[in-house]
């Protein structure tokens, strides 16, 4: 091997792009991210971005940044779904579509990917980020670093996800990636190595998030505040966090041992070689179905408080609220199993996972009961996140009503992997997760930014977004019952062309609801000084209300003495003050480890994709260094004094 | 009655779009085929009635949620003066109990069909009849399907001839990436993979021409991995049999080599077989490193050995 070889690894010029539509995408990504570059040093706002947000650690504003990236990945996760709809409505009965076999596989890859890993996984850490330590009368979460380190190697991941289209191509293989279709013999490049590293660094971020919200919650909640008197939504990422501390390295050692077969040609997963394909299927699964669980549990959260919030009324049932949560929790390690009911596993199997899968719609049902019956003698104000909460009980309902019928083995074995299959799943993610997330986007967005958002918009985005479901998804539960899978880039019965065509409309349709949730945001900022609103815009319930809009970046300059639930309302209602008292607090200094930490993570997937073995050893080096320099400063934290907040809230210390 | 209209507004406009969704939806369903609700054979059958069973024991749940939705949404709107305020309603061991008890009592009853139908239609179980069963080996190739008929002498290629009222037993592996073999209009879909030796049991209770699809992606040609089963007459299935064991190629690993190479191919083939042995040596060919003892069970009624999960 001479030096050259060693140094570009297996880098060629045949790597890049070469259909039209991936050429575009791969010019387009690059001017996007320089014209940003050109508006931040036009403006001069280099420093402002490094100081408030690259180097931050203040949890709302990772926060903010989770949602960000999130959001921007939800176009490019959409326009994948352009492109895989305008394919199935015109790829009919020998027609070409505007995309090739290859490209299309890729595409709906990359769609799964991104829209869990980037899109779902970031608006729920956004979220649970801005709102969470609020809620629980915190002022910060339990290792303010290790968030930002968190944040940062989920943005690699998200680099790497997106530079496959400008260098490399992405995975084939589903989101998924079931070998043998993405072991060496059948895709040998590096499509799939950029799948796989893409999900290993931001799922090592999730973990961390995970180890993260888990102690901020054990340990960080105000004074008074026991277990069950915590807002439902802390609740729910306490469960949520459990999941991923269980989940998430399974999926670490999963994709480590396919990377393995990849790059040193083991044998875990290759039949040829003694190993199993199977075990990788049943091991993806002991973490994709929790993950399913991981995403929703959050959202329903966030209902919690909504529905609470907008039928000012507490949440009904709240003990069996948490009951559900629990009981989902344990569950959902149990049912991995139904999502191959089809791999040839025995009678009484496939009947346990069916039963145990079932099961779960008991305590989901409960909690949509309990949100009903909080709406029950109300006195509801439909506001913007209760329009995405009622979608929400259409959609999900839906969803979840599917999903009983797929529970049933010798069902499922007619459905499994089709558009039926597709059309469910969509039913409970898009219905149950994004909805809840949108929700609390407009729900939380004047506590971090001190103004409200269009309502109008707001509700034209939900209202679009539900049409646009119903008629990008009923078809395909039609179409799976004609025989359509999934998958699909063509098809030669040209009567299921009209569905295809409806299911592309309702896409646009969702389209329409994205530009209005854009349009919306925009708007709100260009207006922001008409939105500009208190503390308190909804009468809430809960702490994070307690405190000015914009939050504080300590949060709360006193820290709430916990009495009851619903805190905030009890004072509210009785005309009480707060108890705490004013002390000193210290506050986390800003630090650009993470930051750094990341960009060496991201280098260290780049060398193994491309096998560029010195800049692994190098990457791996700085992360090493990088680390041990954070755990050598003393000097990460400085004091806020009483005199000073005193003087921040115009009182008398 | 200004106010009352204005109430009416939402509750016009939501009702007017459902409906107009609702005639798009019967529109669009007009005159069309649904292979799994329209089956052409007993273990589809079964399935579509388990099918609207479901769909029929769901609704007890999801039309009270939809109702109660509405009303609860119109009836405790702000708006509507007359809707009583009850702050204080946060818990009722009643209602509580009930709404665990109804989704306990329906996923009860769902259990029980559970427990049943995973045994009653159990891919691997056999299929019982007067007619005796047909043996058919499934090979999934990139980008075609094989099927061997060990016992009859024939092979094909992306078409599966079957006598109809005739119960098939399949057994299924692949020589490309996971595969899974279904035809909707029979029934019951199942997974192919190398090394492995999968069951199924299907059978035709008419005649006609069945689609049958490949459900799991196994590179690019699979949409085109397509093939269509053949429901005849026992006359007209055994004069296609003879025909094919007079008339054409016989299928040898050489022959088998050039249709493993991945390709699209749609067309419907038939070989005459002499080697009963090629689905074997299919199977093993992904078994030879596996360590002694691990799953190659020999099963002395097909004289051969196959891996596979039982």
């Known amino acids: 091997m001479n030096v050259f070889d060693f140094l570009i690894g297996r880098m060629s010029p045949e790597y890049f792009?070469?259909?039209?539509?991936?050429?575009?995408?791969?010019?387009?990504m690059p001017l996007g991210v320089l014209g940003i570059a050109a508006l931040l040093t036009y403006f001069k706002k280099w420093k402002w971005l490094w100081r408030e947000y690259i180097t931050s650690l203040d949890a709302k504003k990772i926060g903010v940044m989770y949602i960000v990236v999130a959001l921007v990945m939800l176009i490019?996760?959409?326009?994948?779904?352009?492109?895989?709809?305008?394919?199935?409505?015109?790829?009919?009965?020998?027609?070409?579509?505007?995309?090739?076999?290859?490209?299309f596989q890729q595409v709906f890859t990359a769609h799964g990917t991104i829209m869990i890993f980037f899109v779902a996984m970031g608006l729920m850490f956004g979220l649970i980020n801005v709102a969470l330590?609020?809620?629980?009368?915190?002022?910060?979460?339990?290792?303010?670093?290790?968030?930002?380190?968190?944040?940062?190697?989920?943005?690699?991941?998200?680099?790497?996800?997106?530079?496959?289209?400008?260098?490399?191509?992405?995975?084939?293989?589903?989101?998924?990636?079931?070998?043998?279709?993405?072991?060496?013999?059948?895709?040998?490049?590096?499509?799939?190595?950029?799948?796989?590293?893409?999900?290993?660094?931001?799922?090592?971020?999730?973990?961390?998030?995970?180890?993260?919200?888990?102690?901020?919650?054990?340990?960080?909640?105000?004074?008074?505040?026991?277990?069950?008197?915590?807002?439902?939504?802390?609740?729910?990422?306490?469960?949520?966090?459990?999941?991923?501390?269980?989940?998430?390295?399974?999926?670490?050692?999963?994709?480590?041992?396919?990377?393995?077969?990849?790059?040193?040609?083991?044998?875990?997963?290759?039949?040829?070689?003694?190993?199993?394909?199977?075990?990788?299927?049943?091991?993806?699964?002991?973490?994709?179905?929790?993950?399913?669980?991981?995403?929703?549990?959050?959202?329903?959260?966030?209902?919690?408080?909504?529905?609470?919030?907008?039928?000012?009324?507490?949440?009904?049932?709240?003990?069996?609220?948490?009951?559900?949560?629990?009981?989902?929790?344990?569950?959902?390690?149990?049912?991995?199993?139904?999502?191959?009911?089809?791999?040839?596993?025995g009678a009484n199997v496939n009947a346990f996972f069916g039963i145990m899968t079932a099961i779960i719609a008991i305590p989901t049902g409960v909690k949509i009961f309990n949100w009903l019956f909080t709406m029950y003698r109300g006195r509801i104000l439909f506001a913007s996140p209760m329009w995405w909460f009622m979608a929400f009980v259409v959609t999900f309902t839906i969803g979840g009503a599917t999903g009983v019928m797929m529970s049933v083995p010798a069902l499922d074995f007619q459905v499994h992997n089709t558009m039926f299959l597709v059309a469910h799943f969509h039913n409970v993610i898009i219905g149950g997760v994004i909805f809840g997330y949108f929700a609390?986007?407009?729900?939380?967005?004047?506590?971090?930014?001190?103004?409200?958002?269009?309502?109008?918009?707001?509700?034209?985005?939900?209202?679009?977004?539900?049409?646009?479901?119903?008629l990008a998804f009923l078809p395909l539960y039609a179409l799976g019952l004609m025989g359509a899978v999934r998958r699909i880039d063509s098809y030669t019965d040209p009567s299921w062309q009209p569905l295809f065509i409806v299911s592309a409309i309702g896409v646009m349709v969702i389209g329409a609801g994205i530009f209005a949730m854009v349009l919306q945001i925009a708007v709100s900022i260009k207006n922001r000084k008409k939105y500009v609103v208190g503390g308190d815009p909804w009468n809430g319930r809960t702490l994070e209300w307690s405190v000015p809009s914009p939050a504080p970046h300590y949060n709360f300059a006193i820290t709430p003495i916990v009495e009851h639930q619903d805190q905030w309302w009890y004072e509210k209602e009785h005309r009480q003050k707060n108890k705490g008292v004013l002390t000193d607090i210290e506050m986390p200094k800003n630090s650009p480890l993470g930051f750094y930490i990341a960009i060496a993570a991201g280098l260290f997937g780049f060398g193994v994709i491309w096998h560029l073995w010195w800049l692994v050893g190098l990457a791996f080096v700085a992360i090493i260094v990088l680390v041990i320099t954070r755990t050598m400063n003393d000097d990460t934290t400085y004091v806020i004094t009483k005199e000073v907040l005193a003087d921040e809230m115009g009182v008398a210390a | 009655m200004k106010t009352m209209n204005r109430r009416l507004i939402g509750p016009v406009i939501g009702i007017g779009i459902a409906s107009m969704l609702v005639y798009l939806g019967w529109w669009l369903l007009q005159g069309k085929q649904f292979d799994v609700l329209a089956p052409g054979?007993?273990?589809?059958?079964?399935?579509?009635?388990?099918?609207?069973?479901?769909?029929?024991?769901?609704?007890?749940?999801?039309?009270?949620?939809?109702?109660?939705?509405?009303?609860?949404?119109?009836?405790?709107?702000?708006?509507?003066?007359?809707?009583?305020?009850?702050?204080?309603?946060?818990?009722?061991?009643?209602?509580?109990?009930?709404?665990?008890?109804?989704?306990?009592?329906?996923?009860?009853?769902?259990?029980?069909?559970?427990?049943?139908?995973?045994?009653?239609?159990?891919?691997?179980?056999?299929?019982?009849?007067?007619?005796?069963?047909?043996?058919?080996?499934?090979?999934?190739?990139?980008?075609?399907?094989?099927?061997?008929?060990?016992?009859?002498?024939?092979?094909s290629l992306n078409q599966l001839p079957i006598p109809e009222d005739t119960p098939i037993s399949f057994k299924i592996t692949a020589d490309a990436p996971m595969s899974s073999f279904?035809?909707?209009?029979?029934?019951?879909?199942?997974?192919?993979?190398?090394?492995?030796?999968?069951?199924?049991?299907?059978?035709?209770?008419?005649?006609?021409?069945?689609?049958?699809?490949?459900?799991?992606?196994?590179?690019?040609?699979?949409?085109?991995?397509?093939?269509?089963?053949?429901?005849?007459?026992?006359?007209?299935?055994?004069?296609?049999?003879?025909?094919?064991?007079?008339?054409?190629?016989?299928?040898?690993?050489?022959?088998?080599?050039?249709?493993?190479?991945?390709?699209?191919?749609?067309?419907?083939?038939?070989?005459?077989?002499?080697?009963?042995?090629?689905?074997?040596?299919?199977?093993?060919?992904?078994?030879?490193?596996?360590?002694?003892?691990?799953?190659?069970?020999?099963?002395?009624?097909?004289?051969?050995?196959?891996?596979?999960?039982?």
Request: glycine share 10%.
């Open chain 2, 41 to 155: 054979g007993d273990i589809a059958d079964q399935q579509r009635n388990l099918f609207i069973f479901t769909v029929s024991l769901i609704s007890l749940v999801v039309v009270p949620v939809f109702v109660m939705l509405g009303i609860f949404a119109w009836k405790y709107s702000e708006k509507n003066k007359k809707g009583k305020y009850d702050p204080s309603f946060t818990h009722s061991v009643v209602l509580e109990s009930i709404w665990w008890g109804i989704p306990i009592a329906i996923i009860g009853v769902l259990s029980v069909v559970t427990i049943q139908t995973s045994h009653s239609l159990d891919p691997y179980k056999k299929i019982i009849s007067e007619q005796e069963t047909i043996n058919v080996q499934v090979v999934a190739l990139q980008w075609k399907w094989l099927f061997i008929y060990p016992e009859l002498g024939v092979a």
């Open chain 1, 76 to 103: 490019r996760g959409f326009a994948d779904t352009l492109m895989i709809r305008a394919q199935t409505a015109i790829a009919a009965n020998g027609q070409q579509g505007p995309i090739d076999a290859d490209t």
């Open chain 2, 182 to 310: 279904w035809v909707p209009a029979l029934g019951s879909q199942v997974y192919a993979m190398n090394g492995m030796n999968s069951q199924l049991n299907l059978i035709a209770s008419k005649q006609g021409d069945f689609k049958g699809y490949s459900t799991n992606i196994n590179g690019v040609g699979y949409s085109d991995m397509t093939m269509v089963v053949h429901s005849w007459d026992k006359k007209r299935f055994d004069a296609w049999v003879s025909d094919t064991k007079l008339n054409k190629p016989d299928i040898d690993t050489e022959l088998y080599e050039e249709l493993a190479a991945p390709s699209k191919n749609n067309q419907e083939l038939a070989y005459n077989l002499n080697d009963v042995s090629l689905y074997g040596e299919i199977v093993n060919k992904y078994m030879t490193n596996s360590p002694a003892g691990n799953e190659s069970v020999p099963h002395k009624d097909e004289g051969m050995s196959h891996g596979g999960m039982q």
């Open chain 1, 17 to 28: 792009p070469s259909d039209p539509a991936t050429i575009g995408a791969a010019i387009g």
């Open chain 1, 440 to 470: 609390g986007i407009t729900y939380w967005f004047p506590k971090i930014f001190g103004f409200t958002l269009h309502e109008g918009l707001g509700k034209a985005s939900a209202a679009l977004w539900q049409i646009g479901f119903i």
């Open chain 1, 133 to 345: 330590p609020l809620l629980i009368g915190a002022r910060d979460v339990a290792f303010p670093f290790l968030n930002s380190v968190s944040f940062w190697l989920f943005a690699a991941g998200m680099i790497l996800v997106n530079f496959a289209l400008i260098f490399g191509g992405f995975s084939a293989g589903g989101w998924l990636g079931y070998p043998p279709l993405t072991g060496l013999e059948y895709s040998p490049g590096p499509g799939v190595d950029y799948w796989l590293w893409t999900l290993q660094i931001a799922g090592v971020g999730s973990l961390l998030s995970g180890i993260n919200f888990f102690v901020t919650i054990i340990k960080c909640r105000a004074p008074g505040m026991t277990l069950m008197k915590m807002p439902i939504f802390a609740w729910s990422v306490l469960v949520t966090t459990v999941l991923i501390m269980l989940a998430f390295p399974v999926l670490t050692a999963t994709l480590a041992m396919l990377s393995l077969d990849r790059v040193f040609d083991m044998h875990f997963f290759t039949s040829t070689g003694g190993g199993n394909p199977m075990l990788y299927v049943n091991l993806i699964w002991a973490w994709g179905h929790p993950e399913v669980y991981i995403l929703v549990l959050p959202a329903f959260g966030i209902y919690s408080e909504i529905v609470a919030t907008f039928a000012r009324k507490a949440i009904f049932g709240y003990k069996t609220m948490v009951a559900a949560l629990i009981g989902i929790m344990f569950l959902s390690f149990i049912v991995w199993q139904h999502h191959f009911f089809t791999m040839g596993a």
